[in-house]
């Protein structure tokens, strides 16, 4: 949120777009609810035509994007390519953080059920668990359980992990320590980003 707000373009969530989804009760989020509960992860066909429709939006068109939390698999990544082309992926972060620290940020983790925006225990917004920025409820999400998160830190080993090394072969991954507050790692990535792309005078197409 920080980085798209930056740089003035499209934050694109997968996990958001689906989690709206749910929430309005579309036939799509009844679709996807009890696999997002459990930790699983949605399949690439349902994600894939979610994210080309997306694209198709005018915001999309202009300069450029941040996919959070997509692709997520190698077949996402391949058909992202083929979405995509001729134009390609500039920069992709690896946010770099260890596991013991990830499992206990998510126990501490709230999310705004209205915007996505994230607190915590330790940051709560200012009035009594109502989002700072759009007035929504603030909660616990309902894949947050240690029982999902467990299973998601599973499946990003075996499903998401073998994207480092594709990305590194086309030179287009950065290495990002992601410990410290949402603030400095956003300072960070932003930093990275400005690195690689600012030389060529502007981010995006
Ligand atoms: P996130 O908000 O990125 O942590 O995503 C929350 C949940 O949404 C995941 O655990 C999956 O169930 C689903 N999801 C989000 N993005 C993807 C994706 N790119 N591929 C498959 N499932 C996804």
Do not use: N
């Not at 994600?47 to 198709?56: F, H, S, T, Y």
């Not at 009594?128 to 920025?133: A, E, K, L, S």
Request: charge should be negative; glycine fraction near 8%; proline fraction near 4%.
């Amino acid at each position: 949120m920080l980085i798209s707000q930056h740089f003035s373009i499209p934050h694109i969530s997968t996990g958001d777009m689906l989690r709206a989804a749910v929430k309005s009760g579309t036939a799509l989020g009844q679709r996807v609810q009890r696999t997002m509960e459990a930790g699983e992860l949605i399949s690439d066909d349902i994600v894939l035509e979610m994210i080309a429709e997306r694209l198709r939006e005018p915001d999309a068109a202009t300069r450029g994007f941040v996919f959070d939390g997509f692709p997520r698999t190698v077949v996402q990544a391949e058909r992202l390519d083929e979405i995509l082309a001729p134009v390609t992926i500039d920069l992709v972060v690896s946010l770099d953080i260890p596991t013991a620290v990830v499992v206990e940020r998510i126990a501490q983790r709230r999310t705004c059920s209205g915007c996505g925006r994230v607190f915590s225990l330790a940051v709560p917004p200012k009035v009594d668990w109502t989002c700072d920025v759009c007035g929504g409820e603030v909660v616990q999400r309902e894949d947050d359980t240690e029982e999902a998160v467990t299973r998601r830190l599973a499946l990003y080993d075996a499903q998401t992990a073998p994207l480092i090394a594709r990305y590194q072969a086309a030179g287009r991954l950065v290495s990002v320590a992601a410990t410290g507050t949402i603030e400095e790692v956003a300072e960070r990535v932003i930093s990275c980003i400005g690195d690689r792309l600012g030389a060529a005078g502007e981010i995006g197409w």
